[in-house]
């Protein structure tokens, strides 16, 4: 259940697509150091264009905490669903602090389908130290990153980790349902399982920031928002395209 925060940056690319972007909605100058904040403000704009990344439904081991989704920094104890509702570590939703996308439980071999049309940025192995498992080894992770451009021109990166075999390699141009992957168990996980983790672009950051697909539906304030690292995240699922959220 378990994965690190491992950003991508593919800087070049994506300097050169704010370039078009920027000369086409007549945003700030190209190559620099993003648009001040306003990146918050784009995404409120962004057309929901999510599909499923799998067939059928399971139930989901860990939510997406937006209480500081930063796995292994964020140790305050308690996670914060996108409704609001906060859960101590420990218990179904919630075994994983800081977490930065949705666990679900896939048997390995599952089908893994993008989400929606896109570029094909990362299908490999990334090697690391998890100290989530004893002895806190280098594990070999397979993972799937795939970039999309919102409706309104917001970059997003969809992550499919953990997964057993891979089915595309970087460059290809894929489709929405298209299969990328077939779910596993490598890498940082104790149990076979998806994380499906979602990344938007930020100028005034010049990162990608993860976000939460299902938005923020709570009358309070997201507190990932307000952080100086975070950002707001909006629903991104088409229509009845959500996979459901049943705790294990
Ligand atoms: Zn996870």
Known sequence: MFIINWPYLSRNKIVK???IVSALILLSACGGGGSGGDDDE???SA????????DANFPVSNLFDHD???????????TVDHNGIQRN????????????GHDWLLPTGTALKSVADGEVVFAGIEMFVCPALPGS?????????????ASNGDFYLSRYTHVDTIAVTVGDMVNSGQNLATSGNTGCSTAPH?????????PSHN???????????AATQDSWAQHPNGTASVPLWKAGQAPTLVLQ
């Open 137 to 149: 080894p280098v594990v070999n992770q397979k993972d799937v990153r795939v970039e999309h451009t």
């Open 17 to 19: 697509k704010i370039c």
């Open 194 to 202: 998806l994380h499906f983790q979602v990344y938007r672009w930020s």
């Open 68 to 78: 500081v989704p930063l796995q292994f920094v964020d140790i305050n104890g308690y």
């Open 89 to 100: 570590i420990g218990v179904p939703g919630a075994y994983v602090d800081g977490h930065s």
């Open 47 to 54: 057309v929901p264009f999510f599909d499923k990344p799998f």
């Open 42 to 44: 784009a995404a409120g």
């Open 207 to 217: 990162a990608w920031i993860t976000v939460d697909p299902y938005g923020w539906a």
